[in-house]
């Protein structure tokens, strides 16, 4: 995250908006890092309200709001923000291209738009498909995902890959929150090294069968 503030050279009063923020992690460090202002929205209530915990931790309340709201059909002033971003959410849009149109319409002219999502290393078999559980056809290749964004008008300049390990966090840090948000009311919660690992390695060998084939475009850069 940090590093992608660098690439972004981030100035103060810069107008930030991060669609499917999450927990808004991004825009509550960026705040408080540069002096940014942002928006972000999601429609989990949960995420929501950690991102504002976060904002109040950071002392950013004033700098950024969340909105509850699906990011896919998000309305606000036309091209009035220098930076929109929607990491690993893709599927607002139904893809990246879908989802680097909705994005152009709120990006002012000359702004950055910050995308990330999956790329195949190499052409999967059906076998590492319904591994992922994905069709064949989500993602395209590091150069086709390249083209795919300068076809959408936009001119790349700048590509951050995730390493197996930062792809391993992150989708074990998924089936964490998902664990952790439907587990049942007044269940004790352990935290010990093999309650973590328990559900982790059985997600993440299931993961790993297919992820010599699937890299992740952690976020590339792209000015419009």
């Not at 904002?55 to 923000?81: K, M, N, W």
């Not at 990330?116 to 591994?131: L, M, T, V």
């Not at 973590?196 to 850069?221: A, D, E, F, N, Y």
């Amino acid at each position: 995250m940090q590093l992608l503030g660098e690439i972004c050279r981030i100035t103060p009063g810069a107008r930030h908006l991060d669609l499917a923020c999450g927990k808004g992690e991004m825009l509550t460090q960026w705040a408080a890092r540069y002096g940014s202002y942002g928006v972000g929205v999601d429609i989990s209530k949960v995420f929501l309200t950690a991102a504002r915990d976060r904002a109040d931790e950071l002392d950013v309340t004033g700098q950024v709001r969340f909105i509850e709201a699906d990011a896919g059909t998000y309305e606000d002033e036309p091209h009035s923000y220098d930076i929109v971003s929607c990491i690993g959410a893709a599927w607002i849009g139904n893809g990246l291209a879908g989802t680097l149109t909705l994005i152009r319409r709120l990006l002012r002219p000359g702004g950055l738009a910050l995308v990330g999502d999956c790329y195949w290393i190499s052409p999967p078999p059906p076998e590492a498909c319904a591994s992922l559980q994905v069709p064949k056809d989500s993602f395209a290749s590091l150069s086709g995902t390249a083209k795919l964004i300068e076809d959408a008008g936009y001119e790349l300049v700048e590509m951050v890959l995730a390493n197996h390990d930062t792809w391993d966090r992150y989708v074990a840090a998924q089936r964490w929150t998902e664990r952790m948000a439907t587990r049942k009311s007044g269940r004790p919660r352990c935290v010990g090294l093999a309650a973590i690992l328990g559900p982790c390695t059985r997600l993440l060998s299931r993961v790993r069968q297919g992820l010599h084939r699937l890299g992740c475009l952690r976020s590339p850069r792209v000015s419009r």
